[in-house]
């Protein structure tokens, strides 16, 4: 199970770390993926960082602000949003993807295996 924590609401130009655990198990080999869901829109892709954490991508709208990173030892994923944006407000998902799921894009929702419950982040303007 992925837990994901962190969100809270936060002013426009400010910064929150969110994280996301597994529990009763390792993610150490799976890819792992934020995404998000703002009210009225579809869940939508924000980051993705493989096993190793070598290998990061990136949404175009939160690129040079968002950092994914993950702690194998922890199994534990984190999204450092910073210089956040009233249209950064939405629910925030992790989700990770077994190397079953290698062949599917990484930008789309089934793309992965398991999700978290999501953490809620409002930015303020």
């Known amino acids: 199970q992925l837990q994901a924590s962190g969100g809270g609401l936060v002013q426009a130009g400010g910064s929150l770390r969110l994280s996301c655990t597994a529990s009763?198990?390792?993610?150490?080999?799976?890819?792992m993926g934020w995404f998000r869901q703002a009210p009225g829109k579809e869940r939508e892709f924000v980051a993705h960082?493989?096993?190793?954490?070598?290998?990061?991508h990136y949404a175009d709208s939160v690129k040079g602000r968002f950092i994914i990173s993950r702690d194998n030892a922890k199994n534990t994923v984190y999204l450092q949003m910073n210089s956040l944006k009233p249209e950064d407000t939405a629910v925030y998902y992790c989700a990770g993807r077994p190397p079953a799921y290698y062949g599917r894009s990484f930008r789309n929702t089934g793309g992965y295996e398991s999700w978290g419950q999501g953490t809620l982040v409002t930015v303020s303007s």
């Open positions: 960082i493989n096993w190793s954490g070598g290998s990061t």
């Open positions: 009763g198990g390792t993610t150490s080999t799976y890819v």
